[in-house]
C-alpha cells in the first residue's frame, strides 16, 4: 500500500513504521510518472494528499474549457531531477477575453499544485524546487510563488517574486519582528519587503532554485518565521530568521500550495517547472536542512 501511494504521487516509497519518525510529511518527486497523462491523472484530488492541478479563480478553466489540465501541465525530462513538471502561465494573448489588460482585475489566470496536509503542522518546514523559463517576468506585476494556508484558512504564508524578480516574504505577520539571523541589508517588515538577492533573469535560464520556508507558532502572540533561497547549482543561501510578537497568530500550517496567481495578467504566455517537494513536521524533525542554528 506505501508503495502504491508513492506511485500515485510519482515519489519514492513512503517511510517504514521505524522510518517514520524521521521522514517528510510530504515528500513528492515526479519521475516515477511514466507521462503527462499519468500526471493529470494521479493530481485529480482523490488521492493521497488529496493532490491535485489547481486553478486559480477558475481563471484557465474559463478561458482554455474543460481540457485546461493537459493544456497547462506536462511533465518533461529534466538532466538534474529525471522528469519534472512544466507549467504554462497563460498571458493576455490567450487569455483575452475575458482577461483583457486593463480589465484583468486583481490577478491573472494561473495553475498550482495543491496539497491538503490533513492536520495542522506546527513547527511548519516545506522546501520547494522551481525553475523559470527563459523570457519568464514579473515586469508590472507580481508572481506568488507558494501560498500555503494558515490554520484559519483566511491568509497564506507567501513568497513572492515581485517587479524587477526581486524575491520577497508575504507572510501576512502583524506586530513588531526582530531579525534572528539574515544575511541582506534591509530591516524585515511584516509584510513583503525584497530581499537583496540574486534575482530572476528573464532573459536567461538560471537553473533550478530552492525555497525553505519554516514557521513556528510558540503561542497565538509569538512566532519565529524564516524564508531562505539559493540556486541549487550553488552552496550559498540568503534569506531571514525572524522572531514576531503581538498577533494574534495562528498554531500552524494545514495546506501547501505551490504556485498562486499573478497580480496582473502578465503580457504574453511564459513557462515555469516545479521539481522535488518536501514538508516536514518540526515536532518530528526539528531542524531538517540545519538552518536555525541553535536559534
Not at 499519468?38 to 474549457?65: Q, R, W
Not at 517576468?137 to 484559519?152: I, M
Request: charged fraction near 20%.
Amino acid at each position: 500500500m506505501r508503495v502504491l501511494l508513492a506511485v500515485l504521487l510519482g515519489g519514492c516509497p513512503l517511510a517504514t513504521a521505524q522510518e517514520r519518525g524521521r521522514a517528510p510529511l510530504l515528500d513528492i518527486r515526479f519521475d516515477g510518472l511514466p507521462n503527462s497523462a499519468a500526471l493529470v491523472a494521479a493530481y485529480n484530488g482523490t488521492g493521497p494528499f488529496h493532490a491535485h492541478l489547481g486553478d486559480y479563480f477558475k481563471g484557465l478553466s474559463a478561458t482554455l474549457g474543460s481540457d485546461w489540465r493537459a493544456l497547462t501541465f506536462t511533465l518533461e525530462p529534466d538532466p538534474t531531477f529525471g522528469r519534472v513538471v512544466q507549467m504554462r502561465q497563460i498571458g493576455v494573448d490567450i487569455a483575452c477575453p475575458p482577461y483583457c489588460k486593463p480589465n484583468v482585475g486583481a490577478s491573472g489566470p494561473t495553475g498550482n499544485l495543491n496539497f491538503a496536509l490533513g492536520r495542522v503542522v506546527n513547527p511548519y518546514w516545506s522546501k520547494r524546487t522551481i525553475r523559470f523559463l527563459p523570457g519568464w517576468t514579473t515586469a508590472g506585476t507580481a508572481y506568488k510563488v507558494f501560498a500555503d494556508e494558515y490554520a484559519n484558512r483566511k491568509r497564506g504564508f507567501r513568497v513572492v517574486i515581485k517587479n524587477g524578480a526581486a524575491w520577497a516574504p508575504d507572510f501576512h505577520l502583524a506586530g513588531a519582528c526582530s531579525t534572528l539571523w539574515s544575511n541582506r541589508t534591509e530591516a524585515f517588515a511584516a509584510n513583503v519587503t525584497s530581499l537583496q538577492l540574486p534575482v530572476v533573469r528573464g532573459s536567461r535560464d538560471d537553473g533550478w532554485w530552492e525555497v525553505v520556508t519554516y514557521y513556528h507558532a510558540k503561542s497565538p502572540t509569538e512566532v519565529v518565521a524564516g524564508f531562505w533561497v539559493k540556486r541549487v547549482a550553488e552552496d550559498r543561501r540568503y534569506g531571514w530568521l525572524g522572531r514576531c510578537t503581538g498577533g494574534p497568530y495562528q498554531e500552524g500550517i494545514i495546506s501547501f500550495r505551490s504556485g498562486e496567481n499573478m497580480n496582473a495578467g502578465v503580457v504574453k504566455t511564459q513557462w515555469l517547472q516545479w521539481g522535488p517537494l518536501q514538508v516536514y513536521d518540526g515536532t518530528q524533525v526539528a531542524d531538517p536542512w540545519g538552518l536555525l542554528g541553535g536559534r
